[in-house]
C-alpha cells in the first residue's frame, strides 16, 4: 500500500520527482572531495553530482533543481562555509520544501536540507565530514544504513561511498527500483583548470543493476590506473 500511495503522489507531482539515495563527503586523510548517487532514472549522474577540487562536493535531488549544483559550487568557492551557501541557496528558492540538497566543503563542513513536502520516505543524515539523503524510498532505514556504512568502511574514498549505496540498496532502495548510478571525486587542492583536479568521474546511466556495473567500472578503473602509473615509471626511467 506504502508502494502505490508513492507511486500515485509521483503521477499527480507537477515536477519531475527524482527517488534518489546520495552520499557527499571529504576524506579526512586525503581531502579529497566525492559525491555519490543511485536512483531509478537515467542518467542521474548528469543532474544529481557535483564537485570541484579544493571547493567542495554537492547531491541536489528530489524535485531536482540541477543549478543547485553550480551555484552551490560558486558560493563555496567564493569562501561561503556549506552551512552558509546551503542558507543562501534556499532563501532564494521559493520551492524549497521539495528539495533535498547536501553539501560538504573543502574544510569538511556539511549541510543538508528536505524539504517538508519531499515524497515520503525521505531523510538525511550527517556525520563528521559527511551526509546521506534519500527520498522516495522504501523505509526509513535507508539513510542511516548508508551513515553506519560509510562510517564503518575502511580504504579509499571511493571504497566507503560505494559501501554507501550498496546499504541503501540492501536496507530497502528507491521504491521504484534501479536504473541509473554514478560517483564523482576531486581532489583537495583547487586547480585553474578544474578537470585536472578529477579523480573519479563513472556512471552508469541505464541498467539492470547499475551498483554492480558502477563497481565494475571501479574496478576497472582502478586497474587502468595502475597501468599508467607504471608506465609513468617505465619512462622516468627511460626503459
Known amino acids: 500500500m506504502r508502494k502505490l500511495l508513492c507511486v500515485l503522489l509521483l503521477l499527480a507531482y507537477p515536477l519531475p520527482a527524482h527517488a534518489t539515495y ?13 559525491v555519490a548517487v543511485q536512483s531509478h532514472w537515467f542518467a542521474v549522474g548528469a543532474l544529481v553530482t557535483w564537485a570541484e577540487p579544493g571547493v567542495g562536493a554537492v547531491a541536489t535531488q528530489a524535485n531536482i533543481d540541477p543549478g543547485y549544483g553550480p551555484r552551490a559550487l560558486a558560493l563555496l568557492r567564493a569562501g561561503k562555509s556549506a552551512r552558509e551557501a546551503l542558507a543562501e541557496l534556499l532563501a532564494k528558492d521559493t520551492e524549497r520544501e521539495v528539495r533535498q540538497v547536501a553539501l560538504v566543503d573543502a574544510r569538511g563542513n556539511v549541510a543538508a536540507h528536505t524539504g517538508k513536502d519531499t515524497i515520503p520516505f525521505a531523510g538525511h543524515q550527517t556525520g563528521t565530514g559527511f551526509s546521506v539523503q534519500a527520498n522516495i524510498m522504501a523505509n526509513e532505514k535507508v539513510w542511516p544504513a548508508m551513515a ?8 579509499p574514498l571511493a571504497e566507503r561511498l560505494l559501501a554507501a549505496l550498496d546499504a541503501a540498496q540492501a536496507a530497502g532502495g528507491d521504491v521504484r527500483g534501479k536504473q541509473s548510478a554514478a560517483i564523482l571525486i576531486v581532489g583537495p587542492d583547487k586547480v585553474e583548470e578544474a578537470w585536472r583536479g578529477v579523480r573519479l568521474n563513472l556512471r552508469v546511466d541505464d541498467a539492470r543493476e547499475p551498483l554492480t556495473e558502477l563497481r565494475r567500472l571501479y574496478k576497472l578503473a582502478r586497474a587502468y590506473e595502475r597501468a599508467n602509473q607504471g608506465d609513468a615509471l617505465t619512462a622516468k626511467k627511460g626503459l
Request: charged share 40%.
Open 148 to 155: 553506519r556504512a560509510y562510517r564503518e568502511t575502511k580504504g
Open 22 to 34: 546520495s552520499i557527499v563527503a571529504r576524506d579526512p586523510k586525503t581531502g579529497e572531495l566525492g
